[in-house]
């Protein structure tokens, strides 16, 4: 069964940084396209960042510059590094994982990041 946990949301002032984690279980970790996404309040979910197995990346132009995705396959776990926050990125952040046999992948609970002016 997979599992992905995230963690690290919070509130933080415009300007400060987080750094999100998700923890996959049930999955081989290391083949699988991790992806952040995010979704705010009436709008869509939409992808943030996307990491593949071999740690090619790709980025939002609306968060390229501030933000980082990269994974640590030892430990499973996926990370979103997020600097520069506005209050724009305000969302509950998702953790996506993806492979051949999933292509639309799994999804965590998500966590909530409220940046404040």
């Known amino acids: 069964q997979v599992q992905l946990v995230e963690s690290g949301g919070g509130l933080v002032q415009a300007g400060g940084s987080l750094r999100l984690s998700c923890a996959a279980s049930?999955?081989?970790?290391?083949?699988?396209?991790m992806g952040w996404y995010r979704q705010a309040p009436g709008k869509q979910r939409e992808l943030v960042a996307g990491i593949t197995g071999s740690g090619s990346t790709n980025y939002a132009d609306s968060v390229k510059g501030r933000f980082t995705i990269s994974r640590d396959n030892a430990k499973n776990t996926v990370y979103l590094q997020m600097n520069s926050l506005k209050p724009e990125d305000t969302a509950v952040y998702y953790c996506n994982a993806a492979s051949p046999w999933n292509p639309k992948g799994s999804w965590g609970q998500g966590t909530q990041v409220t940046v404040s002016s």
């Open positions: 049930g999955i081989i970790f290391s083949i699988n396209t």
